[in-house]
DNA sequence: CACATTAATCGTAATATTGCAATTAATTAA
DNA sequence: TTAATTAATTGCAATATTACGATTAATGTG
């Protein structure tokens, strides 16, 4: 199928999982190391960066603009992207929270609330 | 093509990529969690568990096998798997250190050393 | 031994992902 | 207006992923 079966599985998982996809390329986590050390940039520029076809680079932002964890604006002929720190937050959020209670056992943290 | 070019990111990048490519399906954080949770199970109580056919359980447990994250032991006619916990904290490591320190200034980073 | 149970593997199908060349749309510069 | 620049999109090929039924290998039970 090449398809995930998503309905049968809690919201936390689904997210963990959608966040942690889009970690899952090389790529894309230098596109975003790359925004968080500069801030913002054009897309022509982690092109060069990178070293991957321009075509490869916009789909890996494409996948993580979608997602909401970058934002692009067009700026005449260039587009002009950086990180969305309130998504980014989210997914860190996420993915911290996950491994650091999935190895607490589920009484302690009950003790803990 | 399908195959991510790896050649041309750092270790860390594709650390990062494999591990969060790991946790990038609901299946395998609801593995993951499972294990945690009962410190180790026979493959048929995930298949019940989560709802998947035993084939691709199977497949996911190969997968998260052949990174480290999980180990399996024969036992008669079942097989128990339980989590590797060095390997596990060595992802855990990997994630943390890419989530915590990616918004950090290198100058700043700099400093800290 | 025959039979049941368990889980890995195989085969297959559907879909997704990765990558690039070529094209297109939008904007700017001449 | 024409030409140049930029990045998204399209089209394509190769490979990967997800899922499952069927089979197989290994072990245990009668």
């Known amino acids: 199928m090449g398809l995930a079966k998503t309905e049968i599985f809690t919201l936390e998982q689904n997210a963990v999982a959608r966040f942690a996809k889009a970690l899952g390329h090389p790529a894309r986590v230098a596109i975003l190391q790359h925004l968080f050390k500069t801030n913002q940039c054009i897309c022509g520029e982690l092109v060069l960066e990178i070293g991957l076809a321009q075509a490869t680079i916009s789909q890996h932002l494409k996948a993580l603009k979608s997602l909401g964890l970058i934002q692009g604006s067009v700026e005449?002929?260039?587009v002009c992207y950086c990180v969305d720190f309130?998504?980014?937050?989210k997914m860190k959020?996420?993915?911290s929270i996950f491994l650091i209670w999935i190895s607490i056992p589920p009484n302690v943290v009950k003790n803990l609330k």
């Open 93 to 95: 959020h996420s993915l």
């Open 76 to 78: 005449g002929t260039t």
């Open 86 to 89: 309130k998504n980014w937050a």
